[in-house]
């Protein structure tokens, strides 16, 4: 079993900075892809960065230039720096992992942590 647990999101002010965590923790043989998506109440998850075999990443249009993914395998830890934050950020924050443990790859999710934007 993979378990992924966040960390990192609280209320910060128009123009901050939040960075936050996902550590995963259990039976993992390989992964594929690092990911955070955002969901406001109401509307679909959507994605807002990834990162493949800790090199390639893909970006939102509307997070580019201000956040970054990051990921460090060896720690099965990956994070998002998100700066120049606008009130449209805010968001309950999820993180995914695509990753094999056992014989197949699979998606497994975090629990979500809040951010909150003020203007």
């Known amino acids: 079993q993979v378990q992924l647990v966040e960390s990192g999101g609280g209320l910060v002010q128009a123009g901050g900075s939040l960075r936050l965590s996902c550590a995963a923790s259990g039976n993992i043989l390989s992964i594929r892809t690092m990911g955070w998506y955002r969901q406001v109440p109401g509307k679909q998850r959507e994605l807002v960065a990834t990162?493949?075999?800790?090199?390639?990443?893909n970006y939102a249009d509307s997070v580019k230039a201000r956040f970054t993914i990051s990921g460090d395998n060896a720690k099965n830890t990956w994070y998002l720096q998100m700066n120049s934050l606008k009130p449209e950020d805010t968001a309950v924050y999820y993180c995914k992992l695509v990753a094999k443990s056992g014989f197949f790859f699979s998606d497994y999710w975090g629990q979500g942590t809040q951010v909150t934007v003020s203007s």
């Open positions: 990162i493949t075999a800790g090199v390639t990443t």
